[in-house]
């Protein structure tokens, strides 16, 4: 389905079909370790015992906080409920998210060191809290992206302030700024006819792969391409209309991607120059796929039977010929809840 986010006329997909998955789990699931500040009574994430370790470290958003995942339990590493769209930085120190106020959302760097959060954008008003002068100041951003030397972030964000009245009307453009608080930021692909969304580079750092999504009622997502060398942008080859969530294998071989099938979204991949796409999954209301940091598995999330949230999922990739293959997947979480919209992103 699709949902409004945070009333703004600002559309994304959201996977939602009857499931029905390709392995169902067996062993007791296992509690992970709680970190002391989270919120007393919530349930926290569960895993499967058996074969659920994974390698590296997986971030994920769920309740509006940002958790990292390693090994078999969830570490929350934000905890003011604010929190969204996180990725990592190449040297895995630090991490990109979102944090989100009102009218208003800023692209903040958290390193992992144990130091305080650094305030990237300044995206906010001065203006009274629930004013329309607040909210034709502010700005939004969301979908971080770090290029591959770290140097640079590349992100969703507005490029006019808003239209309509009552002011409720954006479109999201793609720009990018210096990984560092108080860069410039560039625009860099902008389109009246939608909304930019997921944000990913290319292992080599020759190209930012992203989402349009249609601005209006009737249209279709599409995965577009922006060349760093011409300037140009054009769809990315190969992937058909109705496809989102992008996401590059560490060596750039393959993009993976979520498609529509019918009423039912699955992942899928394609040769990055182009080529014969290959079903990843059959589950029906699978997105968010993440490479794991040796290109061996990937991770992706998914509702299963019975289920009203989306959980984590892995798969074992292989290589026959030049075909990528994937195992029967197998469910991680039990009642995760993810936040689907702000996907996985998979570090060592």
């Known amino acids: ?154 992100f969703a964000s507005q490029y006019a302030p808003p239209s309509g009245a009552p002011a409720a009307e954006y479109h999201l453009a793609l720009f990018s700024m210096p990984a560092q608080a108080g860069g410039a930021r560039r625009l860099i692909y902008a389109d009246d006819a939608g909304h930019v969304g997921r944000v990913t580079h290319a292992p080599d750092g020759s190209a930012i792969v992203f989402v349009l999504e249609p601005a209006t009622t009737g249209g279709v997502s599409q995965i577009l391409r922006y060349d760093r060398a011409t300037g140009a942008v054009t769809p990315q080859p190969g992937i058909p209309p109705q496809s989102y969530d992008p996401a590059f294998s560490p060596d750039g071989r393959w993009l993976a991607f979520a498609g529509r099938d019918g009423d039912r979204t699955d992942i899928f991949a394609i040769p990055t120059a182009g080529g014969t796409i290959v079903r990843l999954t059959s589950i029906g209301t699978a997105r968010a796929p993440a490479f794991s940091p040796d290109g061996r598995m990937i991770a992706f999330l998914a509702v299963a039977p019975a289920e009203i949230g989306f959980d984590l999922w892995v798969a074992d990739l292989r290589m026959i010929g030049d075909s990528l293959q994937a195992s029967t997947p197998r469910q991680v979480s039990i009642g995760l809840r993810a936040d689907a919209d702000s996907g996985l992103s998979w570090g060592k």
């Open 1 to 154: 389905m699709r949902c409004v986010l945070i009333g703004l006329c600002v559309v994304f997909l959201i996977a939602c079909a009857s499931p029905t998955p390709d392995a169902t789990p067996t062993s007791v699931a296992l509690a992970p370790v709680a970190p002391p500040f989270a919120p007393p009574g919530v349930p926290q994430p569960t895993m499967i015992a058996a074969g659920a370790r994974l390698p590296g470290r997986l971030l994920f958003a769920r309740d509006g906080n940002v958790w990292l995942w390693q090994d078999q339990a969830g570490r929350l590493l934000t905890g003011d409920g604010a929190a969204s769209h996180p990725a990592w930085s190449p040297d895995g120190a630090r991490i990109v998210f979102v944090q989100r106020d009102q009218s208003f959302s800023d692209l903040m760097a958290l390193p992992l060191d144990g130091g305080a959060p650094l305030r990237l954008t300044d995206n906010g008003s001065n203006q009274p809290r629930n004013s329309f002068e607040r909210i034709r100041e502010s700005i939004w951003a969301f979908y971080p992206s770090f290029a591959p030397d770290g140097q640079t972030i590349a």
